[in-house]
């Protein structure tokens, strides 16, 4: 069973009445944090954790992707002022990116196959192609927990809208919109949540 949440930092006026309940590596990392608007997203992703994942250890794989120790699987994601959180039995990832303009052939030669920039090129709104390969690749690599050590460029999804084959395993992606946000979720699971659910603390 794979589910997805999210929450909106701008729920969160006060840190200090939070900050408490998290465990020693959460409250660790939102201090090493300068931004307010980081800390409070940093905040926010140990909220999701503590109420998905609950108080179990959390261990950090190769490349620092975390996996609960009772096998639990999750991922977060975040950007602007949403941060979401993917939970799963089987291997996960998601992604959130606002939308906005950008300069998608410089940075799209360093992430994208050489058929995804045609394609964008060729898009009637190349914004919504360039964010839609864009979170399927990040969703799609975290959920390997590889992350961007993995070749992004070597990696054609032209043609994939629900389902990826990769090494002899399928991969499943869905899509969700949220106020300016696109939010994509990819997991070895093909059973993915119709919607995205808020949380509030």
């Not at 020693?24 to 999701?48: F, H, I, Q």
């Not at 979170?135 to 809208?161: N, Q, R, V, Y």
């Amino acid at each position: 069973m794979t589910e997805i949440y999210y929450t909106d930092t701008n729920d969160i006026s006060d840190i200090e009445l939070y900050y408490n309940t998290l465990p020693e590596y959460r409250r660790d990392k939102v201090n090493r944090l300068v931004n307010e608007a980081d800390k409070k997203a940093s905040l926010c992703a140990g909220l999701l954790i503590d109420r998905f994942i609950g108080k179990t250890e959390i261990k950090f794989g190769k490349y620092g992707k975390p996996c609960a120790v009772n096998g639990k699987q999750f991922n977060i994601s975040h950007s602007g002022n949403y941060v979401i959180i993917a939970v799963s039995d089987t291997e996960v990832g998601c992604d959130v990116e606002m939308l906005k303009n950008v300069d998608y052939e410089r940075l799209g030669r360093i992430v994208f196959h050489e058929n995804e920039l045609v394609a964008i090129k060729n898009a009637e709104d190349k914004q919504e192609c360039f964010y839609r390969f864009w979170t399927m690749k990040e969703a799609f690599i975290k959920c390997l927990g590889e992350g961007f050590h993995f070749k992004t460029s070597s990696l054609d999804l032209c043609g994939t809208k629900h389902a990826l084959e990769y090494e002899g395993e399928t991969y499943f992606f869905k899509e969700y919109m949220l106020k300016g946000t696109k939010i994509m979720l990819c997991s070895a699971d093909k059973n993915l949540p119709a919607r995205i659910e808020k949380i509030n603390f």
